[in-house]
């Protein structure tokens, strides 16, 4: 029998381990956790970065979480360390709740399993928080067993597990002393000890300081997982389950501890035969609700994200439009990436897309009068179209102000070596050469630097064409003359005629759209685009003039199109006189009629609106 249920057991186990290894692979993604800027910590092969760790308090539990999160950029390793570190949650989980002599202890142990588990479908998975409350009650456990074997032993150990978790994970000493002042006072054992155990673990960090200077907010609490600081990285629902479970246990280990609890039934919390037989319907219920969990917890707005940005990091850019496509299809919005954008510039796809988010987010930025330095989303716009001092501005700046990701390295690396700055971009590769992941990249980068003294990647020499001689401010220019000045360059810049352009349509700047379509044959293109058609139907329906197209002509698609709209304009006309509809109610009808058209932004944004700044040149006065 015994046999049978240990089995019983095995299989459950094994069913659970490998449905959380299929979940954190196919539905989690690991490589999406490697990319998520909250969770990121830096590793560096070699031992000066090891010894630099073990210097300072709390320095093991982060080199331990560094290297565990390098491991997600590879899926199947990350995907068995994400279900490691959640298994480890929950059988230390289910030995408190041993200890404790509850009743359902598989039950109890899911609940911070689960909110871990809450934790890393929203890629805020911190793998030192969780090691280091692992290891404090796991030390917290260790000392029960030795003041209960030895009582006379009980402050001694205490010392000795206190100062080797204030040294492994730094804040974790809190979270131990608490557990153990909990434990005394359950046990009621002497006040006095009970004084001693707080006094240790509050001053134990200050005495530490005296020894070596140290920043109280960066080791001491870095790694507590109550810290306020870290509230914010994490679902406060997930915290609140998670702590409070622990220091309900702490609570409860030794109100009541029979010696002996015998087989099959819950100790001092002794079920009827009744209860025991119900017991399986506990295990459906939370079988249910894990599943329930699985189906809907994932946040697939950062999934999405996340992943664009890995896509995106590898220039794999088919598969970030793709995701950005699936994200429309299920939202009917516009995924808010950069690097969608870029996709769309590199794949010669933004002239079809004028309106979009994205373009309508840059836009706006190069409208504002009072523009400040370029954020860092707009960097790798600028590095795409050929300004890249603003970009390598705006990523120092990202530098300086975070964890240097691989990622963002090697940007500053390509962005060295567009303005032929090559001990810069050495430095930086040196960097790269010691991470795990990126080791390769940097090393034959560097090879390629030291026998060619060019770069191996096309894409250097393609940007550095269209690269501007002299740097540009941003601030001090009109919105279009840095495309303008880009076109002058080089002449070959489509990118920048495609940004010039949605630029104009976007500023409702019809006279700017007509006066640069001389530029279609100088760049090559085979047809005209269809939002510009729209707008030059649009400019010779509003000044009465034909616009001449030289070797081009409109199709004919877009001028029924726009007769289609004009009839149903005017049959609207009609029925806000009648004050059977408003404009409100029109523009929707249109928009669902004419879906991502031209003339239905226009007709609402300046047209309706009477927008004060309607076909003037955007940039005047600025």
């Known amino acids: ?99 404790a002599n509850l009743p359902f202890e598989e039950f109890l142990a899911a609940i911070p399993f689960l909110a871990c588990l809450a934790l890393l479908s929203r890629y805020q998975f911190h793998p030192a928080l969780i090691l280091t409350a692992m290891l404090a009650i796991s030390l917290f456990l260790l000392w029960e067993s030795a003041s209960r074997a030895s009582p006379g032993a009980c402050l001694p150990v205490f010392a000795v597990f206190s100062c080797a978790m204030f040294y492994l994970a730094a804040g974790g000493v809190l979270l131990f002393g608490l557990f153990c002042v909990l434990s005394g006072c359950a046990a009621r054992r002497r006040f006095s000890f009970i004084v001693f155990c707080a006094l240790w673990t509050l001053f134990l960090p200050l005495a530490a300081g005296l020894l070596a200077p140290m920043n109280p907010s960066e080791t001491f609490l870095g790694n507590l997982l109550f810290h306020p600081a870290n509230l914010f990285r994490s679902t406060y629902l997930a915290v609140a389950l998670y702590g409070i479970f622990y220091l309900f246990l702490a609570a409860l280990a030794t109100v009541r501890r029979p010696p002996v609890r015998p087989v099959g039934t819950g100790g001092a919390f002794a079920l009827p035969a009744a209860g025991r037989r119900l017991f399986p319907l506990w295990q459906t219920a939370g079988a249910g609700f894990l599943l329930l969990f699985l189906l809907i917890a994932p946040d697939r707005f950062n999934r999405t994200g996340l992943r664009v940005d890995y896509f ?42 004028p309106l979009s988010t994205y373009s309508q987010s840059f836009i706006s930025y190069l409208l504002k009068e009072d523009k400040s330095f370029p954020p860092v989303w707009t960097a790798a716009i600028w590095y795409e179209l050929g300004v890249v001092n603003e970009a390598e501005h705006a990523w120092c700046e990202a530098l300086a102000n975070g964890q240097p990701h691989p990622q963002l390295l090697k940007k500053l690396v390509r962005a060295c070596l567009v303005r032929e700055r090559t001990g810069a971009a050495k430095i930086f590769l040196a960097s790269l050469e010691k991470d795990i992941v990126w080791r390769r990249w940097a090393s034959d980068y560097l090879d390629a630097l030291e026998k060619t003294g060019a770069a191996p990647e096309d894409e250097i020499a393609q940007i550095r064409a269209r690269t501007l001689k002299t740097d540009h401010a941003l601030q001090v220019l009109a919105a279009d003359q840095m495309f303008l000045d880009l076109l002058a360059a080089n002449r070959q810049n489509i990118l920048a005629y495609d940004c010039l352009m949605t630029l104009y349509l976007l500023a ?115």
């Open 312 to 353: 995106a990091d590898r220039q794999m850019w088919d598969a970030v439009l793709r995701e950005a496509d699936a994200y429309r299809k299920r939202t009917g919005a516009d995924l808010p990436s950069t690097q969608v954008f870029v996709a769309l510039c590199r794949k010669g796809l933004l002239r079809e897309n």
């Open 508 to 622: 409702g700047d019809l006279n700017g759209v007509v006066k640069n379509l001389g530029w279609l044959g100088i760049l090559g293109y085979e047809k005209i685009p269809e939002p510009y058609e729209e707008a030059i139907v649009l400019y010779q329906s509003l000044t009465g003039r034909q616009v001449p197209l030289a070797d081009y002509s409109l199709n004919s698609s877009t001028v029924e199109r726009f007769a289609r709209f004009r009839n149903d304009l005017a049959g609207f006309k009609g029925m806000i006189e009648a004050g059977v509809a408003d404009e409100r109610t029109m523009v929707q009808v249109l928009s669902s009629r004419y879906p991502d058209s031209y003339l239905v932004y226009y007709l609402s944004h300046f047209l309706l609106a009477q927008h004060p700044e309607a076909g003037k040149r955007p940039g005047a006065g600025q």
């Open 1 to 99: 029998m015994n046999r049978t249920r240990t089995a019983r057991a095995y299989a459950r186990n094994a069913i659970v381990l490998a449905g959380i290894f299929l979940y954190a692979l196919a539905v989690i993604d690991p490589r999406a956790l490697y990319m998520s800027p909250l969770t990121y910590r830096s590793f560096l092969l070699g031992r000066d970065f090891l010894v630099r760790f073990l210097t300072y308090p709390g320095g093991p539990a982060e080199y331990l979480s560094a290297f565990l999160i390098q491991v997600y950029a590879f899926p199947l390793a990350g995907a068995a360390v994400a279900t490691g570190i959640l298994w480890l949650v929950f059988l230390v989980s289910r030995a408190a709740a041993r200890r």
